[in-house]
């Protein structure tokens, strides 16, 4: 175990006059630097009741480790996620690892008295996620709070959907499409790295974004899904191994050969407890598209429409307008009446991608301090993973209907 020495002793910026929020957060790739930034940020930009404080990174290789908390902004650096955990300067554990540690470092910092936030998918499989829930709602007993992080509901113009949703103005929900799609699997030379192996991920494009548009779809449309059916597919079945670290979803490849053993695609289709419908495409092998999340719901009342390309707008069709004048307008979602903008630039100035890691913040640290459950929570990560092992058993079974586990 690696113990440097910290850059600076980890405290509130001067004149805060705020008590600190102390973050371990462990692991440091593509997820962590975003979280990095959202913990940088917001108690810069929002009236935070405590501010955050990037007390200690946690990385296997040292000096790797050491590096990216320079770069990032973390005053420490540890080498084994329990000496985190057990450290007396951290209250909160940021969980930014694959999937197959979620659960140990999330039970073992729940039971050392610390708040938890864990990326999303919350487990690799629906038992973890059934004990990580347990052992959040005793925690919570102890005025600890454990959040999965499921950053698109951050995005400001899915939080005015969703207000609108709440607020009637589609009335009775109907439909729901979601597709979240990317291509960077599309190169059969990419390295087999962890996202290709089921048991570091858990599943492929499936846990991946399918774990996501789920989320996104319950939270949307405000109650959740009963059932599914489904199909998976896995287009190349052998890639080679990967060479060393690679960077966010790059790699270099490395001699021999490996088997890909999860989903490459999952295409499926829903009904809710309410029997609106619901539609949902995740795959990597989208040619051409990079991050494109696009989501419709229809109501008897009206539309939304949202395109996380476009993600400072929100398409709304009110059908109760007269049918010369109806068709979908843009709302242009940078108002200071609209969620988290007050706290940012004047009309008209967007946000982007980063930002929603900051609201996530923002929100976790508001629950803390008022001591409420945080939203959302591991149950609804794990309600989430029940729909994606429904999925999962859907698809096996040659897209028979498959209730969602209650």
């Not at 630097?33 to 290789?61: E, I, M, N, Y």
């Not at 029997?275 to 008897?300: D, H, M, P, Q, V």
């Not at 709302?331 to 930002?355: F, M, N, S």
Request: aromatic letters at 8%; a negative charge; one cysteine or more.
């Amino acid at each position: 175990m690696e113990q440097p020495q910290p850059s600076a002793e980890p405290q509130s910026p001067p004149g805060t006059g705020k008590p600190p929020l102390r973050v371990g957060m462990v692991g440091y790739a593509f997820m962590g630097a975003a979280h990095s930034q959202g913990w940088r940020t917001a108690g810069r930009v929002f009236d935070l009741p405590r501010q955050p404080v990037l007390a200690v990174l946690c990385g296997r290789d040292g000096a790797a480790a050491r590096t990216a908390a320079d770069r990032l902004g973390w005053a420490a650096v540890e080498t084994d996620w329990r000496a985190l955990i057990a450290r007396d300067d951290v209250d909160l554990v940021d969980i930014c690892t694959p999937g197959d540690s979620h659960a140990e470092i999330a039970l073992a910092a729940l039971a050392a008295g610390k708040h938890v936030l864990c990326e999303k998918p919350l487990a690799n499989t629906v038992d973890e996620a059934v004990t990580m829930t347990r052992a959040a709602d005793e925690a919570y007993g102890r005025g600890r709070l454990a959040m999965v992080g499921f950053n698109y509901r951050r995005v400001p113009a899915t939080a005015l959907a969703r207000r609108m949703v709440a607020d009637g103005r589609l009335g009775t929900l109907r439909h729901v499409r979601v597709a979240y799609l990317q291509d960077w699997l599309t190169d059969p030379g990419f390295p087999l790295t962890w996202r290709l192996r089921k048991e570091l991920a858990g599943s492929g494009a499936l846990g991946d974004l399918g774990a996501h548009i789920v989320d996104l779809a319950q939270y949307l449309a405000g109650e959740r899904l009963a059932g599914v059916s489904a199909l998976t597919e896995t287009f190349v079945r052998e890639r080679p191994l990967p060479g060393g670290a690679g960077s966010g979803l790059t790699a270099m490849p490395a001699a021999g050969t490996g088997t890909v053993t999860v989903d490459d695609a999952a295409l499926f289709t829903g009904r809710f407890a309410s029997g609106a419908l619901a539609s949902f495409e995740a795959t990597r092998y989208a040619t051409g598209r990079k991050n494109a999340l696009r989501i419709e719901l229809n109501g008897e009342r009206g539309s939304l429409c949202f395109d996380l390309e476009r993600l400072n707008e929100l398409w709304f069709h009110d059908a109760t307008d007269p049918g010369a004048e109806a068709g979908f307008r843009r709302i242009l979602v940078t108002e200071p009446d609209h969620p988290y903008i007050d706290a940012w630039w004047p009309p008209g100035h967007g946000l982007g991608y980063e930002h929603t890691f900051v609201h996530q913040v923002r929100d976790l640290v508001h629950a803390i301090d008022e001591g409420r459950r945080p939203d959302p929570s591991f149950a609804d990560g794990l309600q989430v993973q029940r729909v994606l092992a429904a999925v999962e058993e859907s698809a096996g079974k040659n897209s028979v209907y498959t209730p969602v586990a209650d």
